[in-house]
Every structure is written in C-alpha cells, then in structure tokens.
C-alpha cells in the first residue's frame, strides 16, 4: 500500500535575508505573508552561521557540534544521521531541489532527489528567477511531494558584493520576495509553503555569533498554521520537524528541534 502524504510542502530559503531586510525591502508581499501564515521575525540559526553548516541544521535538526559541518566544506558525518530528504525517500515520496550554490548539492544524500537543478550565481546573472521559474514549471506538471526552492543572489550579489542593508542587497530580497509571491499564487492551494533563511550577515560578512548574523525570519503558510501569528522561540532546527509533521513522516528520534504545526 502506497504511503499516503498528509500534505505536500514547499521549503524556499533566500540565503542570508535578514528580519530588517525583509521588512525594508519594499516588496508589498511583506505584508500578505505576515497575514497569511504564522511567522516569526527572530528565529535563529546556528553557529558557526554559514549556510553549509546552517543548511545542514535545517534539514537534519541537529546542530553543527553533531552533524560535523563546520564550515563551507562538506565532510560526511562520523555518526550518520537520517535528513529530511532521506525520510521522505524512505516513504516512497518524490523531493526536488532548486539552488544556486554547488556545495548545497551534498544536503541530500544520494538517490533522495526525484529531480535537482543548479544555476551557478557565480556564473549567470538572474539565476534566482531563473531556478523559479524551473519549480514553476515543475509545479505547473503536478509537481513532487516536497519541492527545496534556494535563492542565493542577496547573499552573493548583495551582501558579500555590497553589504548587508545596502539599497543592492534590499533590492535583491525584494525580487526574491516576488518569487515567493508567484511560488504562493500558483501552489498556495495545494502546498504548505514555508519561507525561511540560512542566517543574516553584518558589513560584507557572517559566520559569526553576532545577532544581526544569527537572527533570521521564518514563515509558514497552510492548513496547520494560524493566519497572522507571531511565533516564539522559532529554531531552524524545528524546519525538518515541522516539515515532516505536516506531510506525516516519521520524525527520528536523533532530531533535536520541534514542530511548529498545529
């Protein structure tokens, strides 16, 4: 007997997107996130805040100190641990990836993939757009059971390049914002959609424990949230969690973080 998905999510990261810069980003769709799902506006990651190791956390919901991640560099785990795209693998379910950093490519672990496809932001202008309008397609087909959409071009275009709060790195949310907006019009109806970041960034850096590098928003759109909601006390360790909770996976009990669904 075929397992039978509680629902189907879509998990959109736009990399290092700060509270402050969602909010002074100028995208009208702000505001219709805060009233359409629950939503925290101070998260936070982990440390070291770089997004191997945070997106590490967030699919796995252990910390850096268990997983073993500590840099940009991957390295396998000395004591393996189940990730969310594994879960959903072992019950039969069908995940894609989107993103535009290589080394993301190792957060899901070997034949877990229905279907993944990189655009090098390095390489290509517009790749955040780009990789939408890949999962857009992908949902337009009836799409898989759990979609990763990554947007990467506010961290390497406009934090590292400019600097975080800059009118470039804001300008850079704004259209990633746009994204989630076309994401929510076409899939909000049959996907739970989930809106988070990796980490924040101070200057042109991160990576460390400052707050403005450690803070990050999050935002759940779905039948088990609550329209409007302020959330406390929000991990990105309760990503996977949650995610698994709502779609009705198996949690494993090596997960340390929580879930957010009602």
Request: with cysteine.
């Amino acid at each position: 007997m075929a397992f039978e998905f509680k629902e189907k999510v879509i998990l959109m990261c736009i990399d290092s997107m700060r509270p402050d810069g969602f909010l002074q980003c100028g995208n009208p769709f702000i505001h219709e996130m805060m009233k359409l799902g629950s939503y925290c506006l101070s998260s936070r990651t982990v440390f070291p805040s770089s997004t191997l190791p945070c997106h590490m956390s967030m699919f796995h919901s252990v910390p850096p100190e268990r997983h073993g991640i500590l840099s940009n560099t991957y390295v396998p785990m000395v004591r393996p641990l189940p990730g969310l795209f594994e879960q959903i693998r072992a019950v039969g379910g069908k995940s894609d990836m989107y993103f535009g950093w290589q080394p993301l490519r190792d957060i899901a672990g070997p034949k877990t993939l229905c279907r993944d496809h990189f655009i090098c932001a390095r390489m290509e202008d517009d790749t955040d757009n780009k990789l939408t309008e890949l999962a857009l397609a992908r949902l337009r087909e009836g799409g898989p059971d759990f979609m990763f959409l990554y947007q990467v071009e506010t961290d390497e275009k406009g934090g590292h390049d400019h600097g975080w709060m800059t009118e470039e790195y804001l300008g850079y949310i704004k259209v990633a914002i746009e994204n989630v907006k076309r994401v929510y019009e076409l899939a909000g109806q049959d996907y739970t959609i989930i809106v988070t970041a990796d980490h924040g960034g101070h200057d042109r850096c991160h990576g460390t424990n400052l707050e403005e590098d450690m803070t990050i928003p999050t935002f759940f759109i779905g039948k088990r949230f609550t329209p409007g909601k302020q959330l406390e006390g929000v991990s990105i360790l309760d990503l996977a969690p949650t995610i698994a909770d709502v779609m009705g996976v198996p949690v494993p009990e090596e997960w340390e973080g929580k879930s957010l669904a009602e």
